[in-house]
């Protein structure tokens, strides 16, 4: 059990990685591919290979763009990079040995410098302030931790922050009174889930003397629990000020999450989906 964090850890960082092989591959080579089968058969080949103690691997952004480079592109390249290396564990191992340390070491940087794209680091004041942090955090968790996985989990969590914080600045609300004073609709257009329940709640006016509240969803799409229970919030609001509340436009999915979670249409509010 002591060996399992570190074995997801390993299968993240394989993942992730490969995953960025293939899209650079496909990038130099005007090519598609199928990343879950990619996927499938790194996680069965690295299971099975487990039960002859041979280490977890994935594809690796160096060899496969030098191997492309070099001007392979169909699967006999990939196949003898993978006997070749083989042959040279099983059959020239003794020779391998007696390499010396340095010259893998002096190999090993040349890699790196083939493989990084040094414009990234001229590009960093042109680049989103959010995407140069996240590479430069990355970097630094690797450098400091040694160990690449906790560099990318920090990567992705970053990312995962900066696009929800993102997400949520163009969530909008546009409050639009009827022609008789008696019908307020609040136009709802963006994503509305936990980054934006906040902002929601502080478009309406529930203090207004109105007979009736509209909330139209046409140009929204609700996504989580948080934003289902700012619904709820806000409908069971106006009602206790005495305020007919109907819910307009509604996509199915959002209704779906809406029956399933909320509260406040098992009582008296009216939901439309669509128009």
Not at 51 to 59: E, H, N, T
Not at 75 to 93: E, N
């Amino acid at each position: 059990m002591i060996i399992l964090p570190y074995a997801i850890g390993v299968a993240a960082v394989g993942l992730l990685e490969s995953l960025m092989t293939a899209q650079i591959i496909d990038e130099a080579t005007d090519t598609g591919s199928n990343k879950r089968l990619e996927c499938v058969g790194q996680g069965v080949a690295n299971f099975t290979s487990a039960f002859f103690g041979g280490m977890a691997g994935c594809a690796m952004i160096g060899q496969s763009g030098i191997n492309v480079r070099s001007g392979g592109r169909g699967r006999l390249s990939t196949f003898l990079a993978g006997a070749y290396l083989l042959v040279l564990m099983v059959v020239l191992g003794d020779l391998l040995r007696i390499i010396p340390m340095p010259a893998l070491v002096a190999i090993m940087i040349m890699v790196s410098i083939g493989t990084f794209d040094w414009r990234s680091i001229r590009n960093l004041k042109d680049h989103p302030r959010s995407s140069s942090f996240v590479m430069l955090a990355t970097v630094a968790f690797v450098v400091g931790t040694h160990n690449l996985a906790i560099g990318v989990l920090v990567g992705v969590l970053l990312s995962g922050v900066f696009f929800a914080r993102k997400i949520a600045q163009i969530f909008a609300v546009r409050p639009e009174l009827s022609a008789d004073g008696a019908t307020r609709v609040y136009h709802v257009s963006g994503q509305l889930f936990f980054a934006s329940a906040d902002q929601f709640m502080a478009a309406f006016d529930f203090k207004e003397k109105i007979a009736r509240v509209i909330i139209d969803l046409t140009h929204a799409h609700i996504w989580d629990i948080s934003s289902v229970a700012s619904i709820d919030k806000a409908v069971l609001k106006f009602r206790k000020a005495g305020v007919d509340v109907q819910l307009r436009g509604l996509n199915r999915a959002s209704a779906t999450i809406v029956d399933n979670l909320g509260t406040h249409q098992r009582n008296d509010a009216e939901i439309v989906i669509g128009h």
